[in-house]
């Protein structure tokens, strides 16, 4: 059921930009997209959101295309504890809240 | 520290005995999730509390399982007559709901149970 499609894993260099993509094709007008990392055996830690425009903060650049079917996070400079497993999720409203479907995500590995 | 914890973070059980977790969120958020994580797989949504009601539940969530947030605060996760099967990591999250669209979950550390 997961909307999001991420590459399994993706290795980066230490001190280089990191660039994820995730395709959500299917995503409606008003669903946000959302980023997580989960660190291992660590809850997921939340990065960043954005609807249409790219989005910073002091983690990282969310960058969503206009089409909004596709988004890229970006870490500037990648380091050693950026190593993770990244997720993009499409938050999908529910009950009254939202909900998030997680899929399997993309393994970060930064290389020393 | 100001986040969502969660007790015990490690269980250890025998199939058939039942088990307890424990999750307190954010103090200001009223919205409580619980999810559950199988090894290689992301998190898979279980139940979601608002307040003290309990609004949504997962197929996931068999008989066995049961949720409680009884003031509105904590939150409980009981699983009766364990199985090898419900052998994962099980993450609560919280949010507030005066975040309006720009609402975002935060998640505890999680519990690992492992079911011999």
């Known amino acids: 059921d997961a909307k999001t499609t991420q590459p399994p894993s993706m290795d980066c260099a230490e001190g280089r930009a990191a660039n994820l993509p995730c395709n959500h094709s299917?995503?409606?007008?008003?669903?946000?997209v959302y980023w997580y990392r989960q660190i291992h055996s660590q809850g997921p830690q939340y990065i960043i959101h954005?609807?249409?425009n790219n989005e910073t903060n002091e983690m990282a650049s969310l960058i969503i295309t206009e089409d909004r079917k596709s988004s890229t996070l970006i870490l500037p400079h990648a380091t050693l504890r950026d190593t993770a497993v990244y997720y993009c999720i499409v938050r999908t409203p529910t009950s009254g809240t939202y909900k998030y479907i997680f899929g399997t995500g993309t393994r970060l590995k930064v290389l020393a | 520290d100001t986040g969502v914890s969660q007790d015990p973070r490690h269980k250890i059980t025998k199939r058939g005995q039942n088990v307890t977790f424990r999750c307190d969120p954010i103090?200001?958020?009223?919205?409580l999730y619980w999810y559950r994580q199988t090894l290689g797989q992301g998190p898979e949504f279980l139940t979601y509390f608002q307040n003290e009601a309990q609004l949504e539940k997962s197929r996931l969530l068999s008989d066995r399982f049961s949720a409680e947030r009884p003031k509105g605060s904590f939150s409980t996760l009981e699983i009766q007559r364990t199985e090898q099967g419900d052998s994962a990591m099980y993450l609560c999250?919280?949010?507030?709901?005066?975040?309006?669209?720009?609402?975002?979950?935060?998640f505890g550390p999680g519990t690992r149970l492992l079911v011999l």
């Open positions: 103090s200001e958020h009223n919205r």
């Open positions: 999250a919280s949010s507030s709901a005066t975040g309006g669209w720009e609402e975002t979950q935060y």
């Open positions: 299917t995503i409606s007008g008003n669903e946000y």
């Open positions: 954005g609807l249409k």
